[in-house]
């Protein structure tokens, strides 16, 4: 197995956003991970367990991505993905409609980073202000009023810096590694949207350029919507980048009850062994594992090049590294602006990419800008 991407799968990789490698886990390593899970005991933490960060700690999946992107943190934990088999359901998700009623095996398209609390399981009542207020009260820290502290029932803060300019935790590379089969739609797929990073890359620039504010509550992105049916759904992603993922797509796009059409997603298909990288910025949803003959089992690995913040340990499982987990205020010497490195990484998204540099070079210039100066 090679241990680093050829140059064409570097070259799908800057264009799609994705790549899946092929066999980058070895049956072993996979075996010994399924066998860990299977053994697991009711209410164990499975995210330190060696057998899962093995997957990437001990396999191609290392060398492959330090060559592309450069040096990280081995994970010592791991997001453990696993989505029981399931029928739609009437419960409220957080984009506030019912799953059934969600196209694309339950359509959840979100960037990544973001403040997530409990779906109200009813209609949510009165004024825009009050039901904002109940919603960011609603999280682990109740209710302390707006503020950067507050943290989601995800652990994502509501905003990542102090001066409540940054609501987007970020780091550079997903890693998603699989330990059954998904070479069929409808088993519980991760979806992405190919193309979609650079629409969203091009969406945090411009919010950017507007004010210097990234993430919900800034320019043209409202955090919640109150006109969905339970009255308070998250907005993953602004309206903006949702017509824009849409006209990705040559067919017409699937919508809700209510007509609202949502960007079809293409699932990532993988055999047992198989590893996805994606970037950060990819729009990203997982799925109802509706045809499955067994749970689903991605084990998902967030990664971030050391550069970034070379004094802080990347542990695999948060999305948010520039703050501790549970939100904790982290410290950094003077003259190191964690949020405005951060900023930069977003709206710049292949400069952590050291070994991808020759293809960038070579493929930026024939993409067409990104135009989202009416989103406002």
Same mark, same amino acid.
């Given at each position: ?109 979100? $960037?990544? !980073?973001? %403040? =997530? ?9 009165? /004024?825009? &202000?009050?039901?904002? #207020? ?32 940054? $609501?987007? !935790?970020? %780091? =550079? ?9 998904? /070479?069929? &739609?409808?088993?519980? #797929? ?37 006109? =969905? ?148």
């Amino acid at each position: 197995m090679a241990s680093e991407m050829t140059v064409e799968q570097k070259r799908q990789f800057f264009n799609d956003g994705y790549i899946v490698i092929k066999g980058a886990v070895s049956d072993d390593l996979v075996d010994a991970a399924r066998a860990r899970i299977k053994a697991a005991k009711k209410g164990e933490s499975l995210a330190p367990a060696e057998e899962l960060t093995n997957l990437v700690n001990k396999s191609n999946v290392t060398p492959i991505l330090t060559e592309a992107m450069g040096v990280f943190d081995p994970p010592s934990l791991c997001h453990v993905g696993v989505i029981k088999r399931s029928e739609p359901r009437d419960h409220y998700t957080p984009l506030g409609y019912r799953d059934r009623d969600l196209p694309y095996y339950g359509h959840g398209m979100h $960037a990544e !980073g973001l %403040f =997530t609390v409990a779906p109200p399981q009813e209609p949510s009542e009165g /004024t825009p &202000e009050k039901i904002y #207020q109940r919603l960011i009260a609603s999280g682990p820290r109740g209710d302390i009023g707006r503020s950067a502290d507050v943290i989601g029932s995800n652990t994502d803060p509501l905003f990542q810096d102090p001066d409540m300019s940054l $609501a987007v !935790g970020s %780091f =550079t590379a997903f890693v998603i590694v699989a330990l059954n089969d998904q /070479t069929r &739609e409808g088993v519980g #797929q991760t979806a992405i949207v190919p193309g979609g990073h650079r629409i969203l890359e091009g969406y945090y620039r411009w919010q950017f350029e507007q004010n210097g504010c990234i993430g919900p509550e800034g320019p043209g992105w409202p955090r919640f919507d109150y006109e =969905t049916p339970n009255g308070a759904g998250h907005i993953y992603l602004p309206q903006a980048v949702q017509e824009k993922l849409i006209e990705l797509d040559d067919e017409p796009p699937e919508t809700t009850p209510d007509g609202r059409p949502w960007p079809r997603p293409t699932q990532i298909m993988m055999e047992p062994g198989d590893a996805a990288i994606t970037i950060f910025q990819m729009p990203h949803t997982g799925t109802r594992n509706e045809f499955g003959t067994e749970s689903r089992k991605n084990m998902i690995f967030r990664i971030r090049n050391k550069r970034r913040q070379p004094d802080k340990v990347v542990t695999g499982v948060s999305d948010h590294p520039d703050r501790g987990m549970m939100g904790e205020w982290l410290e950094y010497e003077e003259g190191n602006d964690p949020w405005l490195r951060s900023k930069h990484a977003l709206t710049h998204m292949w400069e952590e990419w050291d070994g991808m540099r020759d293809i960038v070079e070579e493929e930026q210039p024939k993409l067409a800008p990104i135009d989202f100066t009416l989103a406002g």
